[in-house]
């Protein structure tokens, strides 16, 4: 498997292949590649001739540099993992900050008319220009034809839908959804770094969730949310950061139910100094 370190080796590469009319998907990651990552991949590969997976802790998303420090970089167990879905139709981007940023690591800002103000916009300060930046990046330098994105990170996956529409780019942005343990814990690449206590008790948020999707049912909004706030108030291990019910188009939280609108619930909660996020479709 190709591993190519620097834009220009690449663009190269992809030339060639677009001269020979293949089409490109993209799968960009931070690494630490887990079978989330893989599942978007091996989807990636059914719909296009080749897939570039770009592996770059971007430093620019991320408002506490502890967490960048610390952030898994694990390059060859992620190469060694993506070679046992493909050796010959997957292409790893794995650059340097300099050669994305050419030494001025400084995110451009954004206008993607509220949603990045919603919810991790709220807890991150400036998130979202980082990732607003590194995948407009990307896409200049790769030019793929399709993006491949989780829905763990939904709020992430349509602000860069609304950025592809609001830039004019012509990348097609493909939303995958979440892919989770057994026990029901969403996949995450800081799952790895989870003390083993709190792993064992990490499940407990999606069954949460769960069971707010049940209540939603028959309850409001405003009810549901107090009644996961309580079960959170008596966890000794995990701490609750936010749960919010919003309309899955705007992200604004939900003030009426609406028969016509889409809803999801948004969690985010700290295991230890771990972060964790998670979400779920209501209706």
Same mark, same amino acid.
């Given at each position: 498997m190709e591993v190519y370190l620097e834009k220009?080796?690449?663009?190269?590469?992809?030339?060639?292949?677009?001269a020979k009319k293949l089409t490109i998907g993209m799968?960009?990651?931070?690494?630490a590649l887990h079978e989330g990552h893989?599942? *978007? $991949? =091996?989807?990636?590969l059914t719909e296009n001739d080749k897939?570039?997976?770009?592996?770059f802790v971007n430093p620019t998303q991320f408002d506490n540099n502890e967490d *960048? $420090? =610390?952030?898994p970089r694990t390059l060859d167990s992620d190469v060694a993992l993506l070679e046992t879905v493909s050796k010959t139709d997957i292409l790893v981007y794995a650059p340097t900050v300099n050669d994305i940023y050419e030494g001025n690591a400084v995110s451009q800002e954004f206008d993607f008319d509220g949603l990045e103000f919603e919810m991790e916009g709220k807890f991150r300060n400036g998130h979202f220009d980082g990732v607003g930046t590194i995948v407009k990046r990307f896409f200049e330098i790769i030019k793929p034809n399709t993006g491949y994105f989780g829905e763990k990170d939904f709020q992430q996956l349509t602000i860069i839908k609304k950025l592809v529409k609001k830039y004019n780019i012509p990348v097609k942005i493909i939303g995958c959804k979440i892919h989770r343990e057994a026990n029901g814990l969403?996949?995450?690449?800081?799952?790895?770094?989870?003390?083993?206590e709190y792993k064992a008790v990490a499940p407990f948020i999606y069954k949460t969730l769960t069971t707010a999707k049940e209540k939603f049912g028959t309850k409001s909004a405003t009810k549901v949310v107090e009644w996961v706030e309580k079960q959170f108030a008596t966890h000794d291990l995990l701490d609750l950061e936010y749960i919010i019910i919003a309309d899955a188009e705007t992200l604004k939280p939900l003030k009426r139910k609406s028969n016509k609108k889409a809803y999801r619930?948004?969690?985010a909660v700290y295991a230890d100094d771990i972060r964790l996020i998670d979400n779920i479709a209501l209706n």
């Open positions: 220009q080796q690449i663009t190269s590469v992809i030339d060639a292949l677009k799968v960009p990651t931070m690494g893989l599942q *978007l $991949v =091996k989807k990636a897939v570039v997976v770009s592996i *960048l $420090v =610390k952030y969403a996949m995450s690449s800081r799952n790895t770094r989870l003390k083993p619930a948004f969690i």
